[in-house]
């Protein structure tokens, strides 16, 4: 039996191996249901697919597609994972009209379209993720909910719109149900999803994570009741949810597992209930940007898991854990505004946040030096800058009343320093020359809004990491420093609101990352620099408010296709306006307050940001929370706006210039035009009759010109508009009504028009009359035209019984007919005798004159 024991195993090895690869063989020739790959290809055939991501979606064996997954047992589709990967951040995002050409690489990636039912081929799926794509607003489909097998669904930043259909509770096996982030924009108006009755979560009895971030709960009353029941739920995120309050009080706490509950920035306004604090799971809890207090803050104690809290403690307190972030943003510190003095004892605290907290006390100096990330804005902290702070990367102290002089070592105590913003405080020193040779990364560096004065130093220009300098509202003053050639990665330059002299650098041109450009309201001189043809990258420029002279360079509208905004309002540039009509995403056209002349360019019309509705893609001119500020003349007011004001404005002012001819007919295509200024020009002709084309046109001007002929009734149909001027020109006619017009009736809207008539006007057009005198004019005209009647009736009458009378009684009587002749014979011999007898009288006479001559 020993001797034959080598045999056996070789005999058992050579039997097993056999097996394995007669496994394996199969396994490799197993190949996906055909029903399911045609199932697959519709779904194909449905969506846009600009960046064929689904070009691999060919042949017999789905199986090998990109995104699909197979059982290697029965070929079933298991999984599909068509995530756009090139959208990582889908909170900010909308495709909704978006160009598939265009720069934005997560939109191009995203699949466009709709859901098609044949899906529901695919019975034995249990993943699937479409996030980061674009659904253009349709429903999440409600046979999702068939999937029996399912346990992570993801939908998140997908472009849906409306109600979510309670069908999704069918999916009793789901273990994470992504929503997040859901919005489309149509028409200027936005479609969220939103939830109506929230009984269908409570059926999804193996829910594990949760998330609805930005899915609305305006009317749902009873969420937390639903939640409760899910005892498997370990992460809840239902931030920007529109939830209103905390039940006071919950019978029995079943989500034991709660590692996660994230319910920021919502509008609940209540104290927090003493049962969260027995769900001691809890590592994370957020619950800034809410109103909330509380009454018995030592039950907080009970959290002795927490590792991120994110709500409001004002009492000096140990607290039994300790914590590597704090965000108290917009809480309530009671009893008092101060600094938590239990925050000492939190020695590997990393991220504190009492930004809006209304503190109003100096900055102590026994915070953690563990911190990295500290944001105290929105306070009113007095006196300097924290001490010593080793390991801070971010620093935000914008918005409080800090004063004096600017830390000459601050590079020293914060060395690794990324972002800073002491924005809106009151410091009145200079630049520290220094600042920035020791912050090799720092990228964000925000002083705007403060007192400081001098120059700017040669090192602020010499980062090769910092992103964004803003200086602006200051008091500095000298020449732009010509030292930007290693400047390549700063992305937004502002520094507006200075006394700045001189021509702008010529190393400027190296900034080809420069998204947004801020020179406005220094006194720069010079003709607008070649140099700036370089920063290709422009979505922002702005010079308004200084001495440029000379024309607008033609490059401007060739060699800057991303422009978003263009300020050049209040300088001194004469000649044409040129060739601007490749700037296809212009949103803002500035060119008020110069000395330009000719006609208004007919090709306005190619601006195509200018012929669409605004959209959420509009919402943000760069990729940072920042806002662009800048100066327009609005509704007749010069203000200052911000970005964030305007995103869904789409401006037009060329007023106060020299421009001459007609309006051109061609502005009518601007459909999403939202302000048109064209007054103090010299233009003439009519008022285009295809102006109601413009009909999101909320402020129309055109006062001080030389337009003539009629106001054309199709103004009236500008639905939106609230803003009218037409005052000072040679205009006549009646003024035209409408249901908008209407709302308008202030008389100096038509003001210097002596033509003009009609309402709101006192002047009477001439085919109108008081109502009064029209009611007498017709009385009189009534009474006339009866008067008329009734003697015409008389003469007809009269004459009808005359005739009959003496005509009728002749024929009728022999007699008198006989008499009747008789009596005219003899009236014709009378007349005949004195005739006969007149006649040789008058030839007598005749004859006896002759004969005396």
């Known amino acids: 039996m020993g001797e034959r024991s080598p045999l056996l195993v070789i005999v058992i090895s050579l039997s097993v191996l056999c097996i394995d690869l007669g496994i394996s063989d199969g396994f490799s020739m197993i190949r996906c249901q055909e029903t399911e790959r045609k199932a697959l290809m519709e779904f194909k055939q449905r969506v846009r697919d600009p960046s064929r991501?689904?070009?691999?979606?060919?042949?017999?064996?789905?199986?090998?597609?990109?995104?699909?997954?197979?059982?290697?047992?029965?070929?079933?589709?298991?999984?599909?994972?068509?995530?756009n990967r090139h959208r990582s951040d889908v909170s900010y995002i909308d495709c909704s009209e978006t160009d598939f050409d265009d720069d934005d690489v997560g939109c191009r990636w995203a699949l466009h379209g709709g859901i098609t039912p044949s899906l529901l081929s695919l019975q034995h799926l249990n993943h699937l993720d479409l996030s980061g794509n674009n659904f253009e607003g349709n429903r999440i489909p409600e046979f999702l909910g068939s999937f029996g097998r399912l346990t992570y669904l993801n939908l998140s930043g997908a472009g849906f719109g409306g109600k979510v259909p309670d069908q999704l509770g069918n999916l009793s096996t789901l273990h994470q149900l992504d929503l997040s982030y859901n919005f489309y924009s149509e028409d200027d108006f936005y479609k969220f999803l939103y939830i109506e009755n929230i009984g269908w979560i409570s059926r999804l009895t193996s829910l594990q994570h949760l998330n609805m971030n930005w899915v609305s709960f305006r009317?749902?009353?009873?969420?937390?009741?639903?939640?409760?029941?899910?005892?498997?739920?370990?992460?809840?995120?239902?931030?920007?949810?529109?939830?209103?309050?905390?039940?006071?009080?919950?019978?029995?706490?079943?989500?034991?597992?709660?590692?996660?509950?994230?319910?920021?920035?919502?509008?609940?306004?209540?104290?927090?209930?003493?049962?969260?604090?027995?769900i001691t799971s809890l590592e994370v809890l957020s619950l800034g940007w809410n109103y909330l207090y509380w009454h018995t803050p030592d039950s907080i104690g009970k959290l002795t898991n927490l590792s991120y809290i994110d709500l409001n403690k004002g009492d000096d307190w140990i607290p039994p854990f300790q914590l590597h972030g704090l965000n108290m943003t917009f809480c309530q510190i009671v009893p008092r505004p101060h600094f938590p003095k239990w925050l000492r004892l939190q020695t590997t605290l990393r991220d504190l946040s009492l930004s809006s907290t209304s503190i109003k006390e100096r900055i102590p100096n026994w915070l953690p030096s563990s911190l990295e990330y500290l944001d105290l804005s929105n306070n009113e902290i007095i006196d300097d800058v924290p001490q010593y702070l080793p390991n801070l990367m971010y620093m935000d102290l914008s918005n409080n009343s800090l004063s004096g002089h600017l830390p000459p070592r601050i590079t020293n105590i914060m060395p690794h320093l990324q972002y800073l913003d002491l924005s809106n405080n009151s410091f009145s020193s200079q630049l520290p020359l220094r600042i920035s040779n020791t912050m090799r990364y720092l990228y964000w560096f925000d002083l705007s809004m403060n007192h400081l004065s001098g120059s700017i130093p040669l090192?602020?220009?010499?980062?090769?990491?910092?992103?964004?300098?803003?200086?602006?509202?200051?008091?500095?003053?000298?020449?732009?420093?010509?030292?930007?050639?290693?400047?390549?990665?700063?992305?937004?330059?502002?520094?507006?609101?200075?006394?700045?002299?001189?021509?702008?650098?010529?190393?400027?041109?190296?900034?080809?990352?420069?998204?947004?450009?801020?020179?406005?309201?220094?006194?720069?001189?010079?003709?607008?620099?070649?140099?700036?043809?370089?920063?290709?990258?422009?979505?922002?420029?702005?010079l308004a408010y200084n001495n440029f002279n000379g024309n607008i360079p033609a490059w401007i509208g060739e060699s800057l296709p991303y422009l978003k905004t263009l300020s050049l309002r209040s300088n001194a540039l004469t000649g044409r306006i040129p060739e601007l009509s490749h700037l296809t995403s212009l949103q803002i056209l500035d060119l008020s307050n110069n000395n330009l002349s000719g006609a208004i360019p007919h090709t306005f019309s190619n601006f195509s940001s200018l012929k669409r509705s605004s959209s959420s893609s509009d919402l943000y001119f760069n990729n940072y929370s920042y806002d662009d500020?800048?100066?327009?003349?609005?509704?007749?007011?010069?203000?200052?706006?911000?970005?964030?004001?305007?995103?869904?404005?789409?401006?037009?002012?060329?007023?106060?210039?020299?421009?001459?001819?007609?309006?051109?007919?061609?502005?009518?295509?601007?459909?999403?035009?939202?302000?048109?200024?064209?007054?103090?020009?010299?233009?003439?002709?009519?008022?285009?009759?295809?102006?109601?084309?413009?009909?999101?046109?909320?402020?129309?001007?055109?006062?001080?010109?030389?337009?003539?002929?009629?106001?054309?009734?199709?103004?009236?149909?500008?639905?939106?508009?609230?803003?009218?001027?037409?005052?000072?020109?040679?205009?006549?006619?009646?003024?035209?009504?409408?249901?908008?017009?209407?709302?308008?009736?202030?008389?100096?809207?038509?003001?210097?028009?002596?033509?003009?008539?009609?309402?709101?006007?006192?002047?009477?057009?001439?085919?109108?009359?008081?109502?009064?005198?029209?009611?007498?004019?017709?009385?009189?005209?009534?009474?006339?035209?009866?008067?008329?009647?009734?003697?015409?009736?008389?003469?007809?009458?009269?004459?009808?019984?005359?005739?009959?009378?003496i005509c009728g009684s002749i024929l009728l009587n022999s007699r008198w007919r006989i008499a009747y002749f008789r009596a005219i014979d003899s009236i014709c011999d009378r007349l005949y005798v004195v005739l006969v007898l007149n006649v040789a009288m008058f030839k007598r006479k005749l004859l006896v004159g002759g004969q005396v001559d």
């Open 629 to 805: 500020e800048m100066w327009l003349f609005i509704k007749g007011s010069e203000l200052e706006y911000t970005t964030r004001q305007l995103s869904f404005d789409k401006v037009i002012d060329l007023s106060n210039n020299s421009l001459s001819g007609f309006i051109p007919e061609e502005l009518g295509n601007l459909h999403g035009l939202r302000s048109l200024n064209l007054s103090r020009n010299y233009l003439t002709g009519e008022i285009p009759s295809n102006i109601n084309g413009m009909q999101q046109l909320e402020i129309l001007d055109l006062s001080r010109n030389n337009l003539s002929g009629a106001i054309p009734s199709t103004l009236a149909a500008l639905n939106f508009l609230s803003y009218l001027n037409l005052s000072y020109n040679n205009l006549s006619g009646r003024i035209p009504t409408g249901s908008q017009l209407q709302t308008l009736t202030d008389p100096s809207i038509y003001a210097g028009n002596s033509d003009l008539c009609g309402s709101p006007l006192a002047k009477i057009c001439t085919d109108d009359m008081p109502t009064e005198g029209k009611e007498e004019e017709e009385n009189e005209n009534s009474k006339d035209r009866l008067k008329s009647i009734w003697l015409y009736m008389c003469r007809a009458v009269g004459f009808i019984v005359g005739f009959w009378t």
């Open 459 to 542: 090192s602020f220009c010499q980062k090769r990491f910092l992103q964004v300098l803003r200086l602006s509202k200051n008091n500095l003053s000298g020449e732009l420093p010509n030292c930007w050639k290693n400047s390549s990665s700063l992305f937004i330059l502002d520094l507006s609101n200075n006394k700045f002299q001189g021509r702008i650098p010529d190393s400027l041109s190296n900034l080809q990352s420069l998204q947004s450009l801020h020179l406005s309201n220094n006194n720069l001189v010079g003709q607008i620099p070649l140099s700036l043809k370089g920063c290709t990258n422009l979505v922002t420029l702005d």
């Open 53 to 83: 991501r689904l070009s691999s979606w060919v042949g017999e064996d789905c199986c090998s597609w990109e995104g699909i997954r197979c059982s290697n047992v029965t070929g079933h589709v298991i999984e599909i994972h068509l995530r």
């Open 219 to 278: 009317n749902v009353s009873n969420w937390l009741q639903a939640l409760n029941v899910l005892s498997s739920i370990q992460v809840v995120e239902l931030a920007y949810c529109g939830l209103r309050a905390f039940p006071p009080s919950l019978p029995h706490v079943n989500f034991t597992s709660l590692t996660t509950l994230n319910l920021y920035d919502n509008l609940i306004n209540s104290t927090v209930p003493d049962w969260l604090f027995n």
